[in-house]
Structures are given as structure tokens and as C-alpha cells.
């Protein structure tokens, strides 16, 4: 059975840093990109960041660039997305999800859910 | 950017009568390599999201028949034919033909 399952949520103070980390089972991780998406409270999703299968692209939502990074250790299947300089308007539930475009295989995780607040 | 605009953004339906989500991009969504990158998202309360369709009119595994996806360019829509009570529930469109990757604001179908 294909999972995604996020861990790293927590509430932190504005300007603080997260890492949220997400462990892939079921699948072939290393062959696929892997993506976070974040919805704020009673909001609609937002794409946040995509990693290549291999690690060597990345890209951002113009407004997460250059404070969060997003990584991955195909080694441990695990996909991560380190948060520094976290403002209030950063809180969400933040999902891990492996899609594809031209295939039918998409998943999500559950996600966590990040607070930033004083 | 590529907006994407979604009309309406809430949908009240019948049991066992169609429905209609349409979105419309600010931008063509057909890719240098000849695909449109559109999608649909379905949202059930309280659950994460899911995808319904890919590149426009592909159904994801297990999707239902009664979901279909049509359009082309910048104008797309999504389609129920008999809207079932496990419908209900935020509906997005998203594009990935172009980073940023973008989302509809959402359409709320209730019963």
C-alpha cells in the first residue's frame, strides 16, 4: 500500500525555524518528484515546493524562497522541507504529496500542521 | 503567473442530478511538449485531498465514471453526471503545466 506520512508539525514562535519530514512507503520513491502543498486554516491549497526524483531541481512559490529548502534522502524514502525565518502567515496543514502528470498515480499524506504565532 | 479562476464557489446540487465546476486559466495551459496540464482536486470534509483528473479528461484509479473533465486552452470544466452524497465537499482545479504551480480558490458542493 502506497503512505506518505508527514511528522513535524509543531507551534513556533515567529521568526523560528521547522523541519518537516515525510516517510514514502509502497512505492518506488526514488523515481518520482515529490511536492508539498500547504493549506492555511479555512483556506484552499497552495503549492509550496517540488523536488526532482534525483534531487537536483527545486523549485518555489515565490513567497516560501529563500526560507525554506526542500530535500530528500532517497535512501530513507523520506522527503523534507526545512522552514527558517516562519512568519504567522506560514500556518498550515502542510501536505506531502507524489503526483504525476502524464500517469495516474497522485498521493497524499495526511499532513502536519504548522502554527506560527508568539 | 497562471491564475486560475473557478466559477461558481458553491455549488448547492441535487442527489442524482448533474453538476458543473467550470475554471478558467489566465494563461494557455498546453505545455512546450504538446499536454495540458490540468487537473482536477477533490477535497471530502475533514479528509486530504485527492486528485480526480489529470492532463483535462484522464481519471485517476478508482475515480468514478460519473466524474469526467473537458476543455482546452485556458477553459475548463469538471462534470457529475448524478451527484451521489459522497460528492460533497471542496472541489479545486490546478495546473502544473507552469511554476508556479497554481490552484483554484475552490468550489464548495453541498447537498
Not at chain 1, 43 to 51: H, Q, R
Not at chain 1, 89 to 111: N, P, V
Request: net charge neutral.
Amino acid at each position: 500500500e502506497v503512505q506518505l506520512v508527514e511528522s513535524g508539525g509543531d507551534l513556533v514562535q515567529p521568526g523560528g525555524s521547522l523541519r518537516l519530514s515525510c516517510t514514502a512507503s509502497g512505492f518506488s520513491f526514488s523515481t518520482y518528484w515529490m511536492t508539498w502543498v500547504r493549506q492555511a486554516p479555512e483556506k484552499g491549497l497552495e503549492w509550496v515546493a517540488t523536488i526532482k526524483n534525483d534531487g537536483t531541481d527545486k523549485y518555489y512559490v515565490d513567497s516560501v524562497r529563500g526560507r525554506f529548502t526542500v530535500s530528500r534522502d532517497n535512501a530513507k524514502s523520506s522527503l523534507y522541507l526545512q522552514m527558517n525565518s516562519l512568519r504567522a502567515e506560514d500556518t498550515a496543514l502542510y501536505y506531502c504529496l507524489c503526483t504525476t502528470r502524464r500517469s495516474s498515480f497522485d498521493r497524499w499524506g495526511q499532513g502536519a500542521l504548522v502554527t506560527v504565532s508568539p | 503567473d497562471a491564475v486560475m479562476t473557478q466559477s461558481p464557489l458553491s455549488l448547492p446540487v441535487t442527489l442524482g442530478q448533474p453538476a458543473s465546476i467550470s475554471c478558467r486559466s489566465s494563461q494557455s495551459l498546453v505545455s512546450s511538449d504538446g499536454n495540458t496540464y490540468l487537473n482536477w482536486i477533490q477535497q471530502r470534509p475533514g479528509q486530504s485531498p485527492r486528485r480526480l483528473i489529470y492532463t483535462v479528461s484522464n481519471r485517476d484509479s478508482g475515480v468514478p465514471d460519473r466524474f469526467s473533465g473537458s476543455g482546452s486552452g485556458t477553459d475548463f470544466t469538471l462534470k457529475i453526471s448524478r451527484v451521489e452524497a459522497e460528492d460533497v465537499g471542496v472541489y479545486y482545479c490546478m495546473q502544473n503545466t507552469h511554476w508556479p504551480w497554481t490552484f483554484g480558490q475552490g468550489t464548495n458542493v453541498e447537498i
